[in-house]
């Protein structure tokens, strides 16, 4: 039957996420830059540089994916929380990635409605473009994707299931784990990390619930973004009024 991991909003700090990364993509800059070396300095036979040249793309792909994973949308300047219209954000990300859907014969799906949660915009687009992103993956036969937004015992729903591959129970209890991941040498597992700590850091949960062949829903549940209502005034405009 269906399995089912529910994350709470403490995850294990991962204090050494910058050293890893760095290390990750140097990893295979390094092996692709010397292959390439090879090439250039030898005189090699045709098949032989073929091979060379293949590793070294394929070293600098890892590489890529890598900093997809993680950096998509990272800044430099620190971010500040502000209010997010969720329906916004998610039709960003479905734009992003609807070459990629398409190139997978993958049928978007969305149902949306505005509500706001409070967090950081880059970061909030780089969690809804990870778990898209993976739910693509996961139909590399076609599908369809459903993105649907609602509000659950006054939490923002937001529920991101395909009809893909599905995971195994210890598939995904191993969800999120840095390096664990269920694509092969493409995958970096960064993904799903960087996802738990974002949704973490805006005070969310997730709840993921898979099956073989059937499909995987991601649900995140986020605190709603309060109206400022009228009645409270700001010290800045309490000056304003005395002044008056």
Same mark, same amino acid.
């Given at each position: 039957g269906p399995h089912m991991v529910i994350r709470a909003e403490k995850m294990e700090a991962v204090t050494h996420l910058a050293a890893s990364i760095s290390h990750?993509?140097?990893? @295979?800059?390094?092996?692709?830059?010397?292959?390439?070396? #090879?090439?250039? %300095?030898?005189?090699?036979?045709? !098949? /032989?540089r073929r091979q060379y040249a293949r590793?070294?793309? %394929?070293?600098? !792909?890892?590489?890529?994916?890598?900093?997809t994973d993680y950096l998509t949308f990272a800044k430099p300047a620190p971010e500040t929380p502000e209010k997010l219209n969720v329906k916004l954000e998610i039709e960003r990300?479905? !734009?992003?990635?609807?070459?990629?859907?398409?190139?997978?014969?993958? !049928?978007?799906?969305?149902?949306?409605? @505005?509500?706001?949660?409070?967090? %950081?915009?880059? $970061?909030?687009?780089?969690c809804l473009l990870n778990v898209m992103k993976n739910a693509i993956e996961a139909m590399p036969n076609g599908g369809t994707l459903q993105? +649907?937004?609602?509000i659950d015992n006054g939490r923002v729903l937001i529920r991101i299931a395909d009809t893909g591959v599905?995971? *195994? $129970?210890?598939? #995904?209890?191993?969800?999120?784990?840095? +390096?664990? *991941? *269920?694509k092969g040498v493409k995958g970096t597992g960064l993904g799903m990390m960087v996802v738990y700590r974002i949704i973490e850091s805006m005070n969310g949960t997730i709840r993921i619930e898979s099956e073989i062949h059937k499909g995987t829903t991601v649900s995140i549940y986020l605190p709603l973004a309060s109206s400022p209502s009228s009645s409270t005034i700001s010290d $800045? %405009? /309490?000056?304003?009024?005395?002044a008056l």
């Open positions: 990750e993509i140097r990893n @295979p800059l390094t092996a692709a830059r010397g292959f390439i070396q #090879l090439i250039e %300095e030898q005189p090699l036979a045709a !098949d /032989k590793i070294a793309i %394929e070293e600098l !792909d890892r590489a890529e994916a890598i900093i990300v479905i !734009d992003i990635l609807r070459p990629l859907a398409n190139m997978s014969c993958v !049928d978007i799906q969305a149902t949306l409605a @505005p509500f706001s949660v409070i967090g %950081e915009r880059e $970061k909030f687009r780089q993105v +649907y937004v609602s599905g995971m *195994t $129970k210890e598939q #995904l209890e191993r969800l999120g784990e840095p +390096y664990f *991941t *269920t $800045k %405009e /309490k000056q304003l009024f005395a």
